[in-house]
């Protein structure tokens, strides 16, 4: 199983990114996929995990509205759309699955600075 982001980058504050995942070496349409972040200094946080057919995601408490969840079973890509970004949500974002067994990704970087 392989699990690789890209998207991250240095946004300004109220500017948008797109995050991808894209998915390998297991049935990717089963499964659920979800999107953590870790800020320096935190614990590793859900941002939203995205139902195995994307009919559904959940979010944590500060990212609704803000973020959305989506994927395409057909490119195994699984995507996190941020808009409004703020200072706060800069963090390593990671990509994760659980299969039979849990997987993460690399990381990818997203800083939100003026």
């Known amino acids: 199983v392989q699990l690789v982001e890209s998207g991250g980058g240095l946004v300004q504050p109220g500017g948008s990114l ?54 395409d079973n057909a490119k195994n890509t699984v995507y996190l759309q941020m808009n409004s970004l703020k200072p706060e949500d800069t963090a390593v974002y990671y990509c994760y699955t659980t299969t039979w067994k849990s997987y993460w990704g690399q990381g990818t970087q ?3 600075s003026s």
């Open 18 to 71: 797109r995050l991808s995942c894209v998915a390998s070496g297991f049935t990717f349409s089963n499964y659920y996929m979800s999107w953590y972040r870790q800020a320096p200094g935190k614990e590793r946080e859900l941002v939203a995990t995205i139902s195995s057919t994307g009919r559904s995601t959940i979010y944590a408490d500060s990212m609704k509205g803000r973020f959305t969840g989506s994927r």
């Open 110 to 112: 997203v800083t939100v």
